[in-house]
């Protein structure tokens, strides 16, 4: 039992982790590729959101959901490895 708690620990600060870096090294180039790639006057067609409104909401799913879907699907994952590896069903 405790190594699928620290199993849980290790595979939800490794989550967060990676998303730490994504939002340190991937999310600068995420948003200029957007700004290269679409133009300053893009607008999206449904809900009329410029670059502006996309960038800002790219920014709150990096900062926020990147973290919080990482760390949980990590964390269930060393739960179910140590698990399936100690035999418990």
Same mark, same amino acid.
């Not at 708690?5 to 939800?12: C, H, L, N, P, S």
């Given at each position: 039992?405790?190594?699928q708690?620290?199993?849980?620990?290790?595979?939800?600060l490794?989550?967060?982790?990676?998303?730490?870096?994504?939002?340190? *090294?991937?999310? @600068?180039? #995420?948003?200029?590729?957007?700004?290269?790639?679409? +133009?300053?006057?893009?607008?999206?067609?449904?809900? %009329?959101?410029?670059?502006?409104?996309?960038?800002?909401?790219?920014?709150?799913?990096?900062? *926020?959901?990147? @973290?919080? #879907?990482?760390?949980?699907?990590?964390?269930?994952? +060393?739960?179910?490895?140590?698990?399936?590896?100690? %035999?418990?069903?």
């Open positions: 039992m405790m190594l708690i620290a199993a849980v620990i290790a595979g939800g490794v989550g967060l982790g990676l998303a730490t870096a994504a939002n340190k *090294f991937a999310l @600068p180039r #995420v948003l200029r590729q957007q700004r290269e790639k679409m +133009g300053d006057d893009w607008k999206m067609p449904l809900t %009329g959101w410029n670059l502006e409104v996309l960038e800002k909401h790219t920014r709150f799913i990096y900062r *926020f959901w990147m @973290p919080v #879907v990482f760390t949980v699907v990590l964390a269930a994952a +060393g739960y179910i490895v140590t698990s399936q590896a100690n %035999g418990v069903k």
